[in-house]
């Protein structure tokens, strides 16, 4: 079930992605999902998901929130021109032990307005220092 609804969520997003790059002011990041695979226990939590303002207008993040307190974005606060980046940086909380997949919510005045971003991982327990 949980992979059912993973494929579908995949592939309404690819819908947005690809509707989003069609037409209009759109905010176009270089990826959507980030896979820390499998991270130690105290380990870096953070990654950064660059966007490029596709539009005509300069964008401006309106909002960006997380799915849960363990998850803390950043994010570019000034507008940004046509045809420059900026980014949402993600840090998350790796003292948690085990799987995860978090979402954050990027808002804006882009064509597509909400943009989810997803990040998955599996942290692990550190081992013991030897005797």
């Not at 270089?30 to 005509?56: A, C, L, M, R, W």
């Not at 940004?80 to 979402?103: D, Q």
């Not at 064509?111 to 998955?120: E, Y």
Request: proline letters at 3%; hydrophobic letters at 35%.
């Amino acid at each position: 079930m949980k992979k059912l609804i993973l494929v579908i969520f995949t592939v309404l997003m690819a819908s947005i992605y690809s509707h989003a790059q069609s037409g209009g002011d759109s905010i176009v990041f270089e990826k959507t999902v980030h896979d820390y695979g499998t991270i130690v226990q105290s380990g870096n939590g953070e990654t950064e998901f660059v966007f490029v303002n596709k539009g005509t207008k300069p964008l401006v993040l309106n909002g960006v929130s997380a799915s849960c307190g363990c998850t803390s974005p950043s994010w570019t606060r000034t507008p940004v021109l046509p045809g420059k980046t900026g980014s949402v940086k993600v840090k998350y909380n790796t003292e948690i032990l085990g799987s995860f997949t978090k979402t954050v919510t990027v808002s804006s005045n882009a064509s597509n307005s909400n943009v989810i971003l997803t990040i998955r991982g599996n942290v692990v327990q550190k081992a013991t220092a030897q005797k």
